[in-house]
């Protein structure tokens, strides 16, 4: 199963095999979980 996450309005693209990429992928979200909320996209980005 692929997994691709690259539209504009998500915090952080990822891109990956399920099957071979998970470990990587879920490090991926726990790196940017711990960053600064002020680091992200403006949440109000593609609600107009």
Do not use: A, C, P
């Not at 504009?8 to 071979?20: A, F, H, K, P, V």
């Amino acid at each position: 199963m692929s997994l691709r996450s690259d539209h504009y309005t998500n915090y952080i693209n990822l891109e990956g095999e399920l099957s071979m990429d998970k470990q990587h992928l879920l490090q991926e979200i726990d790196d940017v979980l711990k960053l600064d909320e002020s680091t992200f996209r403006l949440f109000f980005i593609g609600n107009h």
